[in-house]
């Protein structure tokens, strides 16, 4: 595991970043993450999907200019090698368990001064920089406040930021929406809750593999190859696997003769989903 990077010589955040948040990135070992894919996609086509996912993810975040840092908690050395490329931290997971590891980068922070932390899964394939931006504008102005970005779905939670961090114990896993949001207001947190199209989709079943590339097809091929996800699963052929797995009657692969539609709006960021997600 490499040695994990900071933002300064002894491992805290700089005092000019110190109100800004840390994002907390979460990773499952590849092998043992996207088990639901495993109809369309092999064990090693689901463990490259989730590098492709986490390397678009860290990309997003690395063009924020409103963070003061990102730490990757994982288990897996290639994850960290990928996450150390990205100029990122990385915090080896200790505790088996998604909150378990959340709570444990928690801990790390607190114990580095850092005075918020946005809590993001790494399988965002729809997630830019601005939308990143967004969500952190929105936290309310005050010493003890979360923001909640829920799933398409309002069940599960796709971004949870904290001021301080830990305010709020994580509860990811349905139906932690409500959760997190109740949770905050025991606290006596100012609450802000953020819905934003690139943070409602997220990668678990064949049936989100098909939604996102229902998306691709609408924006047009030159716009939906900025997506490292939607590339990927291209190259895979992924549309015709789902059509021959459904019989062709639930999925409908692209014509590359037909007309693309076009959009007024450019780049992955600003594709939108009506599929309800789940938390991973």
């Given amino acids: 595991m490499p040695t994990p990077k900071t933002s300064d010589s002894d491992g805290r955040p700089a005092p000019e970043r110190s109100r800004r948040p840390w994002a907390v990135v979460p990773v499952k070992a590849p092998r043992e993450a996207k088990t639901r894919l495993a109809p369309v996609l092999s064990e090693d086509e689901r463990g490259r999907l989730v590098e492709h996912m986490l390397d678009g993810v860290l990309a997003a975040l690395g063009g924020s200019e409103q963070l003061a840092g990102i730490l990757v908690i994982t288990p897996d050395p290639g994850i960290a090698e990928l996450a150390a490329r990205h100029g990122a931290s990385v915090l080896e997971e200790s505790r088996s368990g998604l909150n378990t590891a ?19 899964p790494g399988d965002l394939p729809l997630l830019s920089t601005d939308s990143v931006d967004r969500l952190i504008a929105e936290a309310p102005a005050t010493l003890r406040s979360v923001v909640v970005a829920p799933d398409a779905s ?3 939670t796709n971004a949870l ?23 905050a207001r025991d606290a006596g947190a100012e609450l802000a809750i953020v819905t934003l199209p690139e943070l409602a989709l997220d990668l678990d079943e064949p049936a989100d593999v098909g939604a996102i590339l229902r998306l691709a097809r609408g924006v047009g091929p030159d716009r939906a190859a900025a997506c490292r996800t939607i590339r990927f699963l291209e190259e895979l052929d992924i549309a015709r696997r789902l059509a021959s797995r459904d019989g062709g009657s639930r999925f409908e692969c692209p014509d590359p003769e037909s007309p693309e539609p076009q959009s007024p709006e450019p780049e992955c960021q600003n594709l939108q989903s009506r599929h309800p997600v789940r938390d991973p």
């Fill in 161 to 183: 930021l904290c001021s301080p961090p830990g305010l709020v114990d994580p509860a990811f896993g349905a139906p932690s929406f409500e959760q997190h949001c109740a949770r």
């Fill in 102 to 120: 959340i709570r444990q980068a928690c801990e790390h922070l607190r114990r580095r001064g850092a005075g918020a932390m946005l809590v993001l």
């Fill in 154 to 156: 309002r069940i599960g």
